[in-house]
């Protein structure tokens, strides 16, 4: 499986970096599950609808941190990424806390998958 990023992904990664300093370390326990299942498996992940894309769009949910303690995988972190089955290659797209925003960015979606 290959992984990329968009800029933006990595800009958001930046960001929450300075926050959670274990943070790549869990995207890269995460990459090692996408990489055998990369598909949507509710309730942990789901596929965002209503896109109007081929695109096969996830969105991860439940993203255990180790710097937030205690929380588990009710860390409140959210990852959005594109999966192309054919190629076998994912595209991340977004990352952030829930208490930052309340949905994906549905418009940075569009912008590089339309």
Request: glycine residues 4%.
């Amino acid at each position: 499986m290959n992984f990329d990023a968009l800029a933006e992904f990595q800009k958001d990664l930046k960001y929450l970096l300075k926050q959670y300093r274990t943070l790549q370390e869990d995207l890269a326990v995460v990459k090692k599950v996408l990489a055998i299942a990369p598909d949507e498996r509710p309730p942990f992940s789901f596929r965002v609808e209503n896109l109007g894309l081929d695109t096969c769009i996830i969105k991860v949910k439940k993203i255990a941190c180790k710097a937030l303690k205690g929380r588990g995988v009710q860390s409140g972190l959210r990852l959005v990424y594109a999966y192309f089955p054919n190629e076998p290659r994912i595209v991340f797209i977004e990352l952030y806390h829930k208490k930052d925003q309340e949905l994906e960015d549905r418009e940075r979606i569009l912008k590089h998958f339309s």
